[in-house]
């Protein structure tokens, strides 16, 4: 592993097409969707295929193909590891455009190529093309895995308490999250564009609800006949009764890496009785693929809400708690298992990412070709205890410069200076990486516009 990058360090497909010709056309290692996305639509570009990334936030993985997530817990809230289904944080693929003689021309136009294939297709890990209009109608009996991509964007997801005899009961299903902010870059700019609607009809519509039904409706077209979640063993399964309340973790402010972070559970009697509520709090470390690493905490507590009353447990996740068991994607997950006296149960779940220390870059927007300029890079400690092995590396003009840095006391800011001269006019980006011993890959950069002098 020391001879390989780790995949949050790469900058862009250059780097790793040249190191991929360097050495013989061998694997570069590694990476993970986002980088696959990149390189492949560097390839494609180049093949001359119009061709574009696309980032799928809360984006599901249907394993067992029945166009819903199923997802599993103990009766005190911890996630099992009960069957593949999984919702990452983010997805990332590729679209390219093209005509579909194949499929018919009404489902010309943007396509999904997916260079992280996550299932097998007709036999081997590959995943596209998959029209886009085809997903947004629900037509999953098309080939080229548009059942798959459908579920990415619109599964509906499933919640079961598990308890020692087998018996899962199912506490909550969410027909809206999955498949939320589908982003893709602005041509020409930064700027994020959003093509949510490209995928599927507005989330609880009639159109959207019509359209699931009638996938729903397709499965026993497809080659691979389904198998429902509940049948991952001979266990009874039951739904849940209603509670009879709502829940939810709101931030009290932004969660930042090296800080305590603090969150409020609220709950809301919908009845017009009293309902005590025994509430069981779980934290985990997780990856971006929200699979759980290791747990951080565990705590019970209990509230007692009047007739149509919201009450609020605040909860603090502390740094000295979590410090160690993070991942590199600096991500929490936090589950509440709510109970009330009659058995009913609410299960309330976020997924927390920690905010980086921001890198600020000072520079002049207007540089001249061919004259020295100043850049100021500004980068810092989140954490309440030292740092050490500080290390800048800065990219410009398609060159990397590695910058040793002097330790970093808790919470320390500081600052370097250094100076370039650009040779040629245009557009000029400049990158910086920032690492230390205790966490990695920390970006920023900042756009320059070259003038002849």
Not at 17 to 25: A, D, M, V
Not at 36 to 45: E, W, Y
Not at 296 to 311: A, D, V
Not at 317 to 330: C, E, R
Request: aromatic share 8%; proline share 5%.
């Amino acid at each position: 592993f020391a001879h390989h990058e780790n995949p949050t360090k790469w900058d862009s497909s250059v780097a790793i097409l040249r190191k991929w010709t360097q050495n013989s056309y061998r694997p570069v290692q590694y990476g993970q969707c986002w980088v696959f996305a990149g390189v492949a639509c560097t390839v494609l570009r180049c093949l001359g295929m119009p061709t574009r990334l696309i980032t799928n936030f809360n984006s599901a993985h249907d394993s067992d193909r029945n166009l819903s997530i199923d997802k599993y817990y103990d009766p005190a809230g911890k996630s099992l590891k009960i069957g593949q289904d999984s919702i990452w944080d983010y997805h990332v693929w590729n679209e390219c455009w093209f005509v579909r003689r194949d499929l018919g021309g009404s489902y010309s136009g943007w396509q999904v190529v997916d260079a992280t294939p996550q299932e097998p297709s007709q036999g081997i890990y590959q995943c596209g093309p998959a029209s886009v209009v085809a997903v947004k109608h629900g037509d999953i009996k098309l080939m080229y895995d548009t059942a798959f991509v459908f579920t990415e964007v619109n599964a509906d997801v499933n919640r079961w308490v598990v308890y020692g005899n087998g018996k899962k009961v199912r506490v909550y299903c969410d027909t809206a999250s999955v498949g939320a902010s589908i982003s893709t870059k602005a041509v020409g700019s930064n700027h994020r564009v959003d093509v949510t609607n490209s995928y599927k009809y507005p989330e609880g519509s009639a159109e959207e609800r019509s359209v699931y039904k009638k996938a729903r409706g397709m499965l026993s077209a497809l080659s691979t006949t389904p198998r429902p979640a509940e049948t991952l063993n001979e266990a009874p399964t039951e739904l849940a009764q209603n509670p009879g309340i709502l829940g939810k973790f709101t931030l009290t402010e932004p969660p930042v890496f090296g800080q305590d972070v603090n969150l409020i559970l609220s709950l809301s009697n919908l009845s017009t009785t009293h309902k005590s509520v025994k509430v069981h709090l779980n934290v985990s470390s997780m990856l971006y693929t929200r699979t759980a690493v290791r747990e951080i905490l565990q705590q019970e507590t209990s509230i007692h809400l009047n007739s149509k009353e919201e009450g609020r447990i605040p909860f603090k996740i502390a740094y000295t708690h979590y410090g160690s068991s993070l991942t590199d994607d600096k991500k929490i997950l936090v589950t509440a298992l709510c109970e009330v006296e009659q058995g009913a149960k609410l299960l309330v779940e976020k997924a927390i990412t920690l905010e980086s220390p921001n890198i600020y870059i000072k520079a002049h927007p207007n540089a001249v070709m061919d004259k020295a300029v100043t850049v100021e890079i500004s980068y810092a400690n989140p954490l309440p205890e030292p740092v050490g092995e500080c290390v800048l590396l800065v990219t410009l003009m398609s060159q990397e410069v590695k910058i040793n840095l002097t330790d970093l006391a808790p919470r320390e800011r500081a600052s370097i200076h250094f100076e370039f001269t650009p040779r040629r006019k245009g557009a000029m980006q400049l990158q910086v990486d920032f690492s230390c011993n205790k966490f990695l890959h920390i970006k920023g950069f900042t756009i320059m516009n070259v003038v002849s002098g």
